[in-house]
Each structure stands twice: as C-alpha cells, then as structure tokens.
C-alpha cells in the first residue's frame, strides 16, 4: 500500500530535549516536506526537500533541521524543543504538479 | 506573500443539507487543489483544479476555478455524517507547483 509512515504518533517531551520524528515514504517520491497544523492556522510548511540532499526553507522553519540522506526517509529535527513547538506536524511526499501530496497520518508533539 | 482567505471558519449542518464554502487569493495562481482533513487522520487530496473557469465533480462534491483565477468554491450536496472534517482550499506556486499554500480551513460538522 502506497504511504507515509510517520512515528511517533504522539509524543510528550521536556523543554530542550532533543528529538527526531521519523517519515518515511514507499512511493519513491523526490519531493518531501513537513507540515505543522496549529488551531486556526491551517498547514504551515517548514521545510522541504526536493530530491536527495536538496532541502530547504518553508514558511516557519526556525528552530527545526531536517536532513535527505536517502530518498525515502525525511527526519525531522528538533535539537532544543521549546513549548511554543507544541503542534501537530505532518509530512508529505508526491510527485509536484501531479495532484497534490500524500500526507502521513501526523505527530502529536506536546512540549512542557 | 500571498494572502489566502477562506470561509467560512465553521458550519453545522442538518444531515441531507448542502454547503458551500470558498476561498479568495490575493494573487493569480494556476492551480487550486481541495483537501480534507478528517479527525486524526493527516489531509487527502479531493479535487483539483487547473484551468480558469474549470468546474470539476467528485461524487456529490464539486468545484470552480473562477475565472479570475483568485478565488475558488467548493459545494457538498446532500450531506451525510462522514463528511465531517477540516476542508483546506490549497493553492499551489513556484516550479512545477511543487509548493501548497494551505487556507486555515473550514470545520465541517454534521448532525445525523
């Protein structure tokens, strides 16, 4: 089956932390890219990647890394999480201008 | 960069009722893609639109480019209660559209 695979779900961390979300995809996609979501905000891109070590800045990238060692996984970075990085991240992968991307089912990240 | 609006925020529907929702950019873009989120779940592409005046169905959903390519609708007919969920008016830029610009969405509720 054709998807995104992100883990964890959910997650609950301390301030300063670091941590990785992991995504995943098996659609030998070229394009990645992650999402946060935030309540009445809609989707904002933080990074994406264009193909294997291509990656670059989306609209809110501050205080996120992401690297593209290989074309099917896309990690996202937080070196220092901070509570105002309390959201729930999405990643996506697809071919562009072919029909939109296909969205991973998400990541709970609480910050306290 | 561009503005994008979308409204409603919010509706709560009878089930069986049509709706309607639209966006409006501040700029012309030749792609407008649809999505919906449902409850935990990450967004799925519904409809997408790439000509002016374009007006595309899906089932009982459809959707329109306006001709001023700043603005798009997306109407449900006879709704039933899986329709629940977040809808995003999406808008896609930069070379070969590989960028989604997400609006902040309409939150679907419907009573069975």
């Known amino acids: 089956e054709a998807q995104v695979t992100q883990n964890p779900r959910y997650l609950i961390t301390v301030t300063g932390k670091k941590l990785t979300v992991t995504c995943s995809q098996n659609m030998n996609h070229e394009y990645m890219s992650w999402y946060r979501q935030d309540p009445g905000l809609g989707l904002r891109q933080i990074y994406y990647s264009m193909n294997v070590e291509v990656t670059d800045k989306g609209d809110v990238p501050e205080g996120y890394k992401v690297s593209r060692k290989e074309k099917r996984n896309f990690p996202l970075i937080l070196e220092s999480p901070s509570p105002n990085q309390t959201s729930l991240y999405f990643c996506a992968s697809g071919i562009p201008g072919q029909d939109g991307y296909t969205f991973g089912s998400g990541t709970r990240l609480t910050v306290v | 960069g561009q503005q994008l609006n979308q409204s409603p925020q919010s509706m709560f529907i009878q089930e069986g009722e049509d709706v309607s929702m639209n966006c409006t950019s501040s700029?012309?873009?030749?792609?407008w893609l649809w999505y919906k989120q449902d409850p935990g779940e990450g967004p799925v592409l519904l409809i997408a639109l790439y000509k002016a005046g374009e007006l595309t169905s899906n089932g009982r959903l459809t959707a329109q480019f306006g001709i001023t390519r700043k603005d798009s609708f997306l109407n449900i007919s006879a709704s039933i209660p899986s329709d629940v969920g977040i809808y995003f008016c999406v808008l896609a830029s930069g070379g070969s559209n590989y960028k989604l610009t997400f609006g902040k969405g309409t939150l679907l509720t419907v009573n069975p």
């Open positions: 700029s012309i873009f030749n792609t």
